[in-house]
């Protein structure tokens, strides 16, 4: 296993945080430390800005700013110091969520997203991102019967399907780092094509 950073990405509902544990478990499996974590979040200051992001509202380039002002947390504080003492790190949610969210569904520049990025990640990239990739029908009923909705979660079917497609043009551009899982399988069916690709990394 070489890939050592990874990050799962797709809609909201789609089903990343279902399959954590049994990634966990996996690395685990190999005898290494695994740092699980999240964004927005992951540090104390970063959970705080989470609150703010998932409930306030904000001008779209606000948002982009916070995500990286966290982001910037999240790298020096939990990210870097856990890849170089040779864990594994799993993150739910990483940069690809800022383009898709902020620039396909709100219109962000993508070359402001980029400066941020190269600013604050200097170069960090994940090794591997697991895409959950749900028809937006699909993400909006699991959505309905699991709890109640944050900011993102209110919006419109028109602003979840920019997300999808933006996350499906970042895979296909980046192909040797995205596996984009077909997440609108039964959570069996899911949980086996997580394990294949864990397995196979
Ligand atoms: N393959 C599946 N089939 C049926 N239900 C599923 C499947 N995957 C997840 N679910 C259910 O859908 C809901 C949302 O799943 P989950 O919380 O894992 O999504 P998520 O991608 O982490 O969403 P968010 O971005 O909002 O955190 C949960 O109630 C979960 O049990
Ligand atoms: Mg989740």
Redesign the pocket.
Known sequence: MTAKFIT?E???????????PTIIEMLKAHGREVVSTREPGGTPLGERLRELLLHEAMHAETETLLMFAARREHIANVIVPALARGAYVLS??FTDATFAYQSGAKGVPADKIEILEQWVQEGLQPDLTLL?D?PVE??IA??A???SP?K??RESVDFFTKIRNAYLERASKNPQRFRVID????????AEMVKYIIATI
């Open positions: 799962l797709g809609m909201d509902g789609a089903g990343k945080s279902t399959h954590i739910d949610r959950f749900v699909v993400s699991r959505l019967g699991a709890r944050d993102f979660e997440a609108s399988k039964s959570l069996e069916e899911v």
